[in-house]
C-alpha cells in the first residue's frame, strides 16, 4: 500500500469514527424496572436478559429518540431524564433537575422535549440544544442501588405529592395545566401537544405557537395515557378510574364517543382501571391495557367495541406493538413479567420475567 492510500484509508477510518454509530434494528428488547432501577436488555429471538443498565431511581417511561440512536429514561425518584445509547447499552448522559418526570414525547424534528412535571402541574418544554449547551456542569451519571422499598401505589403516591418550584433548569420553560399532569403526546404537524390531568378529568390542548391552552376537553375520571389514530383524526385517551375509553375528534376538540370497558367474565367493573393504550398501524385495531383486571382488550375501532380479552400477568400496565403488529408485549407490573401476545391468534404465548415493577416496553425492531 502507497502513502497516498495509506493516507486515504486513514481519512475514511476518521471519517467513519466521527458520524455516530447506526443502532437500528438489533432486534433488542428494552424493559424499564422501577424497583430495580434499571432498563433490562433482552435478546428479541431468545427472550434472555443480555445486559442491566442502571438508571437514576425509578426508571419509568422509556422512548427512542427519532433518531433511533438512543433512549430517553424518565427517572422519577432519581428527578432526571437519562439517556441510553443504543449502540453501546451505556448510560451516556443525564438531564438532571427534572423534578419527578412523569411521561414525555419528543416533537417530530427531535429537537424538544414535552415533558409531563407532575408534582408543579406544568407542561414543560425542554429545547435540548440549549440545555447541553448552557447547562453549567454535565451531571454525574451515578446509578440508583436496587430498591426493596415498595413502590406506591399511584393513588397513595399522588396523596404523598408535594407541590414546590424544581431547580432552574437550562432551555427548560412551563406551561400552567391541571393538576397532576401525566399523559403527553405531541401531535405530528407540530403545532399542537395534550395533556391529560389526572385529578382535572381533563385533556388540555396546548396551541404551541403561542404557549396557551387553546381547549380544555373534559373526559373521564382519571385520563392516563393517548393513541392517535393513524389518520390523525381521533384521539383516545384511557380513564383509569372510569373503566373507559374517551374518544375526542381532532378538529373539534370534542369527546365524540365513550368506550365502557366491560369487565372480563369473573371479574368485577371495579377492577377494569385501564392505562396503557396502543394501535394497530392499519387504525382498525385499539389494545387496551386494563390495569388489575389482568387482561388486555382488542377493540374494534370503527365499531366502538370490544371484541376479545386475552389474560396476561397481574396489573398489565403497557402495551408495545413490534415494527409488524404481530406480536404484543406487556409490562404486568405486580407480577414482574411481561406476557408476549400473538395478536393473529389472540393468545398469550410466552411470559417472561424482567424485573421487579416493570412499566415500559421498547422493542429495537
Excluded at 429518540?65 to 432526571?80: W, Y
Aim: glycine share 8%.
Amino acid at each position: 500500500m502507497n502513502r497516498l492510500q495509506t493516507a486515504l484509508l486513514a481519512g475514511l477510518m476518521a471519517l467513519a469514527l466521527s458520524f455516530p454509530v447506526a443502532a437500528r434494528d438489533t432486534g433488542l428488547v428494552f424493559v424499564s424496572s422501577e424497583k430495580d432501577n434499571a432498563v433490562h436488555v433482552l435478546d428479541g429471538r431468545t427472550l434472555e436478559v443480555v445486559k442491566r443498565i442502571g438508571t437514576a431511581a425509578r426508571p419509568r417511561h422509556l422512548q427512542f429518540d427519532p433518531a433511533h440512536q438512543r433512549i430517553f429514561v424518565a427517572c422519577g425518584d432519581g428527578d432526571a431524564i437519562d439517556i441510553i445509547d443504543i449502540a453501546t447499552l451505556e448510560l451516556t448522559d443525564r438531564i438532571a433537575g427534572i423534578e419527578d418526570p412523569e411521561l414525555f414525547d419528543f416533537s417530530a424534528d427531535g429537537g424538544t422535549l414535552y415533558i409531563s412535571l407532575e408534582d408543579d402541574a406544568k407542561l414543560g418544554i425542554l429545547d435540548l440544544a440549549t440545555h447541553f449547551r448552557d447547562r453549567e456542569t454535565r451531571p454525574d451519571l451515578q446509578v440508583a442501588e436496587p430498591g426493596d422499598e415498595a413502590i406506591p401505589d399511584e393513588e397513595e403516591e399522588d396523596e404523598d405529592s408535594e407541590d414546590g418550584e424544581g431547580p432552574d433548569v437550562a432551555g427548560l420553560t412551563t406551561i400552567g395545566v391541571g393538576a397532576e399532569p401525566e399523559g403527553i403526546l405531541a401531535s405530528p404537524d407540530g403545532t399542537t401537544v395534550y395533556v391529560a390531568s389526572e385529578v382535572a378529568n381533563l385533556v388540555h390542548v396546548i396551541d404551541l405557537a403561542s404557549g396557551s391552552i387553546r381547549a380544555n376537553i373534559l373526559v373521564g375520571q382519571r385520563p392516563r395515557r393517548f393513541a392517535l389514530t393513524p389518520d390523525g383524526r381521533e384521539l383516545w385517551v384511557s380513564n383509569e378510574l372510569a373503566a373507559s375509553v374517551s374518544i375526542i375528534d381532532v378538529a373539534s376538540n370534542r369527546v365524540t364517543a365513550t368506550l365502557e370497558l366491560a369487565p372480563p367474565r369473573g371479574l368485577r367493573v371495579e377492577d377494569v382501571t385501564p392505562v396503557g393504550i396502543t394501535m394497530t398501524r392499519d387504525g382498525k385495531t385499539a389494545v387496551i391495557a386494563l390495569g388489575r383486571a389482568n387482561h388486555v382488550a382488542f377493540v374494534d375501532v370503527a365499531r366502538r367495541e370490544v371484541t376479545d380479552h386475552v389474560l396476561v400477568g397481574k396489573r398489565a400496565w403497557n402495551a408495545t406493538l413490534n415494527r409488524d403488529g404481530s406480536l404484543l408485549h406487556v409490562a404486568n407490573g405486580l407480577s414482574d413479567d411481561m406476557t408476549i401476545i400473538d395478536m393473529e391468534r389472540r393468545r398469550a404465548v410466552r411470559s417472561v420475567p424482567v424485573g421487579r415493577v416493570p412499566h415500559t416496553v421498547l422493542i429495537d425492531d
